[in-house]
């Protein structure tokens, strides 16, 4: 997807973020990162915050664990902390304007936490199976980069209305409704719908993440979430929820879902591009 504009935009980027252990669960294996890189430093953020993109690049991101006792919820921790290991290497891509260089990095970091899982249910009994999907947005001026493993999901949100899932389910039925062959409400109550053909770490000999790139504009949102979030609101429910004017619509979106679902951990981000001049 090519930019609105080729003139530099100059935006101010609000997120919000939660996540919740869900009404059935007994430790949440969910976990969710927003951090700022500069040429300088890494900077975590709160889980509601606003900021202009003039500066500093911003990554989201959300990851639910996988495997027995708490090696789930330890996975997800691993894959958003070794996150923060590459970014200053990427925002120097940035700054160069070397959007080429976004793949070879965004590949290279799935593939080493992929690596990091595997060699640790290799080596210990109680991570053994560890795994856990990964979603990342990387906001940059003018474009958001993604990267994607698993069945979390990233929506993009245009400004005119409308929603659109960019990342692809990595599983049977994924593919299934992506080719038509299911609808929305079929595919979310399929029996196999959490049965995963890819992931970081879980048995996995080898790795193949999503990869993209959307060109934003003033107006447009974009949400990550987990699969509780998807179980518990249908994609018409997570565009309206999404659009409210509230300072925290992940709050508005996980508590929704809980509510309605409340079967698994569920954990959403929602981030939002302003025109910085209005």
Same mark, same amino acid.
């Given at each position: 997807?090519?930019?609105?504009?080729?003139?530099?935009? +100059?935006?101010?980027?609000?997120?919000?973020?939660?996540?919740?252990?869900?009404?059935?669960?007994?430790?949440?294996?969910?976990?969710?990162?927003? +951090?700022?890189?500069?040429?300088?430093?890494?900077?975590?953020?709160?889980?509601?915050?606003?900021?202009?993109?003039?500066?500093?690049? &911003?990554?989201?991101?959300?990851?639910?664990?996988?495997?027995?006792?708490?090696?789930?919820? &330890?996975? /997800?921790?691993?894959?958003?902390?070794? *996150?923060?290991?590459?970014?200053?290497?990427?925002?120097?891509? /940035?700054?160069?304007?070397?959007?080429?260089?976004? /793949? =070879?990095?965004?590949?290279?970091?799935?593939?080493?936490?992929?690596?990091?899982?595997?060699?640790?249910?290799?080596?210990?009994?109680?991570?053994?199976?560890?795994?856990?999907?990964?979603?990342?947005?990387?906001?940059?001026?003018?474009?958001?980069? &993604?990267?994607?493993?698993?069945?979390?999901?990233?929506?993009?949100?245009?400004?005119?209305?409308?929603?659109?899932?960019?990342?692809?389910?990595?599983?049977?039925?994924?593919?299934?409704?992506?080719?038509?062959?299911?609808?929305?409400?079929?595919?979310?109550?399929?029996?196999?719908?959490?049965?995963?053909?890819?992931?970081?770490?879980?048995?996995?000999?080898?790795? =193949?993440?999503?990869?993209?790139? +959307?060109?934003?504009?003033?107006?447009?949102?974009?949400? *990550?979430?987990?699969?509780?979030?998807?179980?518990?609101?249908? =994609?018409?429910?997570? =565009?309206?929820?999404?659009?409210?004017?509230?300072?925290?619509?992940?709050?508005?979106?996980?508590?929704?879902?809980?509510?309605?679902?409340?079967?698994?951990?569920?954990?959403? +981000?929602?981030?939002?591009?302003?025109?910085?001049?209005?």
């Amino acid at each position: 997807m090519a930019p609105a504009s080729a003139t530099p935009l +100059v935006c101010t980027i609000q997120w919000s973020g939660m996540t919740h252990l869900g009404r059935v669960r007994s430790n949440n294996e969910d976990s969710f990162l927003g +951090v700022t890189v500069n040429g300088r430093e890494v900077s975590y953020l709160g889980k509601v915050g606003e900021s202009t993109l003039s500066a500093s690049d &911003f990554v989201f991101a959300v990851s639910d664990g996988m495997g027995g006792a708490k090696s789930g919820e &330890f996975a /997800s921790r691993i894959a958003l902390d070794k *996150i923060t290991k590459l970014l200053p290497k990427g925002f120097r891509l /940035s700054a160069r304007g070397m959007a080429s260089g976004f /793949s =070879d990095l965004l590949t290279e970091l799935f593939g080493s936490i992929h690596h990091d899982l595997t060699t640790l249910g290799r080596s210990y009994e109680e991570c053994s199976g560890m795994g856990a999907t990964l979603s990342l947005c990387w906001f940059t001026p003018e474009w958001m980069y &993604f990267a994607h493993i698993g069945d979390s999901r990233i929506y993009y949100l245009p400004k005119d209305g409308g929603i659109s899932q960019i990342s692809h389910d990595h599983s049977q039925v994924g593919w299934m409704r992506r080719n038509g062959q299911l609808n929305e409400r079929q595919a979310r109550s399929h029996p196999r719908r959490n049965v995963l053909q890819q992931a970081l770490g879980a048995g996995n000999q080898f790795v =193949d993440p999503q990869l993209g790139a +959307v060109g934003y504009r003033p107006g447009d949102r974009f949400v *990550i979430c987990s699969d509780g979030v998807i179980e518990g609101l249908w =994609d018409h429910h997570i =565009d309206e929820l999404a659009r409210q004017p509230d300072a925290d619509p992940a709050r508005l979106m996980v508590e929704q879902a809980v509510a309605n679902s409340g079967a698994d951990n569920t954990t959403a +981000v929602v981030i939002s591009i302003l025109d910085a001049s209005a």
